[in-house]
């Protein structure tokens, strides 16, 4: 707050966007290089979310939840229920962002065995490294230090695991659920888990009663190169988080989604009390529920994840010339999700406080490439419609960013 309140800060201040480009107060053009953090799908200013969320604003935008419901939201789950097979993933809660949709996953798990008679089942198993957001809860479920340690007198207790191997020793009796962030931990710098690591948790977590929670508040919605992450592993959880790009990037609206044998354990009389007591003021929100709705229309109208295959492999090659860089450590991608880590001409790190990686994305905004990086790893995660131009664009800006940056710097 210190350096953004200083006199000389020219704060960015974004005024306009169209497709994968933004502009500031002073008309400089940038690429979104981090997709708006990590929420914009289709690009900016589409005309058919516009559409949609004026449309929908010109009847109403918004209603309860609590004892009455809206179209698009009733058409929104119709529409995410129909993406997965029958009495799969075939029920919708609605809340308001990614950390909120952990947060529903976290508390109708814990409910869910309860009402099942298992009620020593109140532990929840995370990764280390993960990031499942900052609210307390969604914060408990958290492994990285900078935004947990603060805050762990207030926090459940998670049992943590590195990777499988951890899991297969920990006594699952007292497990209500196991929460990942599938094929990828975004908050971690990009850090990839190995193939076959979703199947292997899904069949421990079978074979030992766990219910198994999908974290794909960062990776669903094509990032990946498939429209659930989950689906590059065929494997489905019993809760699945949406937020982010839920909306195309538009509005702040999450889902998490869950099996009919779950929804199942919440009927019964009014007097049993299995009642789900949950839920935000803007649940199902009908404005957040038509863009939604149109950002998935508009995978099937643009043939998105056909055209974003060439995509992801053109930004492999692309890549593949910064790996030549002295400054350039490892690069991990997975679909339009990548970390470039920037490390000393000898292979060691920077100390992090000399703030490498943020002095790099600065200098790539000169060269009209705008991200954050997550200490000295790069982000460069644009919007599924970034062209191959802008994609060139956004490598080059990177690497002139990164020869500025490292060259100069003391090494
Ligand atoms: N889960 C994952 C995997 C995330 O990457 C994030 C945010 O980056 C969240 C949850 C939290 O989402 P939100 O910031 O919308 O609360």
Same mark, same amino acid.
């Given at each position: 707050m210190k350096a953004w309140c200083a006199p000389d800060h020219d704060p960015i201040v974004l005024v306009e966007g169209q497709g994968a480009i933004l502009w500031d107060r002073h008309g400089r053009e940038y690429i979104d290089g981090n997709s708006s953090i990590w929420t914009n799908i289709h690009g900016h200013n589409h005309p058919a979310i516009n559409a949609a969320i004026k449309s929908q604003l010109d009847k109403v935008a918004h209603v309860s939840f609590l004892g009455s419901t809206n179209v698009p939201a009733i058409e929104l789950a119709e529409k995410l229920a129909g993406r997965f097979p029958p009495r799969t993933l075939t029920r919708t809660f609605y809340s308001d962002d990614g950390s909120t949709a952990v947060e529903v996953a976290v508390k109708m798990a814990l409910q869910y065995w309860q009402l099942r008679g298992r009620p020593e089942k109140t532990r929840f198993l995370a990764f280390e490294n993960a990031y499942h957001g900052d609210t307390?809860?969604?914060?408990?479920?958290?492994?990285?230090?900078?935004? $947990?340690?603060?805050?762990a007198a207030i926090h459940f207790p998670v049992e943590? &695991? +590195?990777?499988?191997? +951890?899991?297969?020793?920990?006594?699952?009796?007292?497990?209500? &659920?196991?929460?990942?962030?599938?094929?990828? !931990?975004?908050? +971690?710098?990009?850090?990839?888990?190995?193939?076959?690591?979703?199947?292997?948790?899904?069949?421990?977590?079978?074979?030992?009663?766990?219910?198994?929670?999908?974290?794909?508040?960062l990776t669903a919605f094509g990032r990946t190169g498939r429209l659930f992450a989950c689906e590059h592993e065929n494997v489905l959880p019993d809760l699945l988080c949406l937020a982010k790009g839920l909306t195309g990037g538009y509005l702040p609206l999450a889902a998490t989604?869950? $099996?009919?044998?779950?929804?199942?354990?919440?009927?019964?009389?009014?007097?049993?009390?299995?009642?789900?007591?949950?839920?935000?003021?803007?649940?199902?929100?009908?404005?957040?529920?038509? &863009? &939604?709705?149109?950002?998935?229309?508009?995978?099937?109208? /643009?043939?998105?994840?056909? $055209?974003?295959k060439e995509k992801i492999v053109f930004l492999r090659d692309l890549l593949g010339g910064l790996r030549t860089l002295a400054n350039v450590g490892e690069i991990r991608q997975c679909g339009l999700i990548v970390g470039i880590e920037i490390q000393r001409d000898s292979g060691k790190p920077f100390p992090w406080q000399e703030e490498v990686g943020a002095r790099?994305?600065?200098?790539?905004?000169?060269?009209?490439?705008? $991200?954050?990086?997550?200490?000295?790893?790069?982000?460069?995660?644009?919007?599924?419609?970034?062209?191959?131009? !802008?994609?060139?664009?956004?490598?080059? +800006?990177?690497?002139?960013?990164? !020869? /500025?940056?490292?060259?100069?710097?003391h090494q």
């Open positions: 307390t809860g969604a914060s408990s479920l958290g492994g990285l230090g900078t935004f $947990t340690s603060r805050f943590r &695991a +590195a990777n499988l191997e +951890a899991i297969s020793s920990r006594d699952p009796d007292r497990l209500a &659920a196991v929460v990942i962030e599938p094929l990828v !931990q975004g908050a +971690a710098g990009i850090r990839l888990w190995p193939p076959g690591m979703l199947a292997s948790l899904r069949a421990w977590c079978d074979a030992h009663d766990v219910l198994l929670i999908f974290d794909e508040v989604l869950t $099996t009919e044998s779950i929804y199942d354990a919440f009927l019964g009389e009014y007097h049993e009390l299995k009642t789900f007591f949950y839920g935000h003021s803007y649940c199902g929100n009908p404005l957040g529920c038509a &863009a &939604a709705l149109a950002n998935l229309e508009i995978f099937e109208e /643009e043939n998105t994840l056909e $055209t974003l790099v994305c600065a200098a790539a905004r000169k060269y009209g490439l705008l $991200t954050r990086p997550i200490l000295d790893t790069i982000i460069l995660m644009p919007p599924l419609c970034t062209t191959r131009p !802008q994609l060139e664009r956004a490598t080059e +800006a990177i690497q002139r960013a990164i !020869q /500025e940056v490292c060259e100069r710097h």
